[in-house]
């Protein structure tokens, strides 16, 4: 489905009672094959509510392209996943599990991350699970074969027969990989292409519109919300998925907040906690597809999946939620 300008306004203003917007969906724990399917930072723990109710099923969106459904709620791994292969895994296997459970499957790499990629598929192998949505990045100015050899490499090391999604990270050297790219598409290597920055969107923009990539990864938050005037309206108009780095800002949106309480009237979208408000400011808006918040924390987790739950903001109450962050 694809949006123009004038429908994304539109579909902002969908009232939350009547459960959000049209392309979410109820999930289960595994990602749907239509015919053929950084980072934030973590938040004191002191800010989550109790985990001890089963977190419910995250909804899905539909990959503009193709219709796919994906969970609503992925997950990132820079920073959080950078830690010894051989080391002990079983808090970040705990991790998974969490995702996993609540019905998660959207993981992104980056051999820009280190260790990121091996832990991931160590982890996976721990849990016994194979059924995600892989997606990862080349990131090299060394060339065709320099990119060819990293993405071999990243699809080894997290286990993915098939990658799912493989972007050009940050935009470096995006003329010599998108071809490469869409030679693998074409082969069945990869199921998607994408390209990923943090600054230069008018590039993003253009890639969008002149390369018909499948997938953006671009940084958005409740006090960022630069790519809101051009970046969005565009991926909505060429049907652009969006992927969402960043959701909590690095961290900084936890220190904003730290010493308040989530406003009551949060509760009329179904928020109990800081990461949900923040993650569900996001969702709310209908070009976004899936933010990436990372942690190594399992209550954490439960906590961001639920953000993907429930009820999702009007375009009046987003305003009012821009308004108590003073953002």
């Given at each position: 489905?694809?949006?123009?300008?004038?429908?994304?306004?539109?579909?902002?203003?969908?009232?939350?009672?009547?459960?959000?917007?049209?392309?979410?969906?109820?999930?289960?724990?595994?990602?749907?094959?239509?015919?053929?399917?950084?980072?934030?930072?973590?938040?004191?723990?002191?800010?989550?509510?109790?985990?001890?109710?089963?977190?419910?099923?995250?909804?899905?969106?539909?990959?503009?392209?193709?219709?796919?459904?994906?969970?609503?709620?992925?997950?990132?791994?820079?920073?959080?996943?950078?830690?010894?292969?051989?080391?002990?895994?079983?808090?970040?296997?705990?991790?998974?599990?969490?995702?996993?459970?609540?019905?998660?499957?959207?993981?992104?790499?980056?051999?820009?991350?280190?260790?990121?990629?091996?832990?991931?598929?160590?982890?996976?192998?721990?849990?016994?699970?194979?059924?995600?949505?892989?997606?990862?990045?080349?990131?090299?100015?060394?060339?065709?074969?320099?990119?060819?050899e990293q993405m071999s490499t990243s699809m080894r090391h997290m286990g993915a027969k098939v990658m799912d999604l493989m972007q050009v990270h940050n935009l470096v050297d995006y003329k010599t990989h998108l071809p490469t790219l869409r030679e693998w598409k074409a082969a069945g290597k990869i199921r998607y292409l994408g390209i990923t920055e943090m600054r230069d969107f008018e590039t993003v923009e253009r890639l969008m519109r002149e390369e018909k990539v499948d997938f953006i990864q671009i940084p958005y938050s409740i006090d960022d919300r630069r790519v809101e005037d051009r970046v969005l309206p565009a991926a909505a108009e060429t049907g652009t998925a969006v992927l969402v780095m960043r959701p909590f800002g690095a961290g900084k949106l936890f220190d904003k907040v730290k010493d308040r309480a989530v406003p009551t009237w949060a509760a009329e979208f179904d928020c109990a906690s800081w990461a949900q408000f923040f993650l569900k400011f996001l969702l709310a808006h209908p070009a976004v597809t899936c933010p990436i918040p990372a942690t190594r924390n399992p209550k954490h987790m439960a906590d961001n999946m639920r953000g993907g739950s429930g009820r999702l903001p009007d375009e009046a109450m987003r305003k009012k939620m821009v308004a108590e962050l003073g953002a």
């Amino acid at each position: 489905m694809t949006f123009t300008r004038r429908d994304v306004v539109r579909a902002l203003t969908v009232s939350a009672a009547v459960g959000g917007l049209a392309p979410l969906v109820k999930a289960g724990h595994q990602t749907q094959r239509a015919a053929g399917a950084a980072p934030g930072l973590d938040q004191p723990a002191e800010k989550r509510p109790d985990d001890s109710a089963a977190v419910p099923a995250v909804f899905r969106r539909r990959i503009p392209k193709t219709g796919e459904l994906i969970p609503a709620i992925g997950m990132g791994t820079w920073s959080t996943f950078d830690v010894d292969p051989d080391g002990d895994l079983a808090g970040l296997a705990e991790v998974m599990r969490t995702f996993l459970n609540a019905g998660g499957s959207v993981i992104d790499s980056s051999p820009m991350y280190r260790r990121s990629e091996e832990v991931v598929g160590r982890v996976l192998a721990l849990v016994g699970r194979t059924d995600l949505f892989y997606a990862t990045k080349v990131w090299t100015d060394k060339g065709r074969d320099a990119g060819i050899e990293q993405m071999s490499t990243s699809m080894r090391h997290m286990g993915a027969k098939v990658m799912d999604l493989m972007q050009v990270h940050n935009l470096v050297d995006y003329k010599t990989h998108l071809p490469t790219l869409r030679e693998w598409k074409a082969a069945g290597k990869i199921r998607y292409l994408g390209i990923t920055e943090m600054r230069d969107f008018e590039t993003v923009e253009r890639l969008m519109r002149e390369e018909k990539v499948d997938f953006i990864q671009i940084p958005y938050s409740i006090d960022d919300r630069r790519v809101e005037d051009r970046v969005l309206p565009a991926a909505a108009e060429t049907g652009t998925a969006v992927l969402v780095m960043r959701p909590f800002g690095a961290g900084k949106l936890f220190d904003k907040v730290k010493d308040r309480a989530v406003p009551t009237w949060a509760a009329e979208f179904d928020c109990a906690s800081w990461a949900q408000f923040f993650l569900k400011f996001l969702l709310a808006h209908p070009a976004v597809t899936c933010p990436i918040p990372a942690t190594r924390n399992p209550k954490h987790m439960a906590d961001n999946m639920r953000g993907g739950s429930g009820r999702l903001p009007d375009e009046a109450m987003r305003k009012k939620m821009v308004a108590e962050l003073g953002a």
